[in-house]
Nanobody, 122 residues
């Protein structure tokens, strides 16, 4: 599956953004999907994941309660709703997918979109 992320931008602290990741290919509905983020000089960090059927979601502790991952299999799209944004959320955000991810580490996800930059100012 090919992935393309969008929706990044600049926002003030406390604001909201919604990221989208559009997938191409007929097998999107069989993929677990996730969002990661990365800042310069740091490892790519897990943010959130959702199962193929939206039955399960999982969040990093740093975003739990503020971010919501969802998907629409009819539209081949996964979303990340980000509320109460903080300056430390500033990063390039990546969507990723895999049919059978074995962990929430980036190496376990084999399809990646290009990043979209989120900048949160104080």
């Amino acid at each position: 599956v090919q992935l393309q992320a969008s929706g990044g931008g600049s926002v003030q602290a406390g604001g909201s953004l919604r990221l989208s990741c559009a997938a191409s290919g007929p097998t999107f509905s069989s993929y677990a999907m996730s969002w990661f983020r990365q800042t310069p000089g740091k490892e790519r960090e897990f943010v959130a994941a959702i199962s193929w059927d939206s039955g399960s979601t999982f969040y990093a502790a740093s975003v739990k309660g503020r971010f919501t991952i969802s998907r629409d299999n009819a539209k081949n799209t996964v979303y990340l709703q980000m509320n109460s944004l903080k300056p430390e959320d500033t990063a390039v955000y990546y969507c990723a997918g895999d049919t059978n991810p074995t962990s929430y580490m980036s190496y376990a996800w084999h399809s990646w979109g290009q990043g979209t930059l989120v900048t949160v100012s104080s």
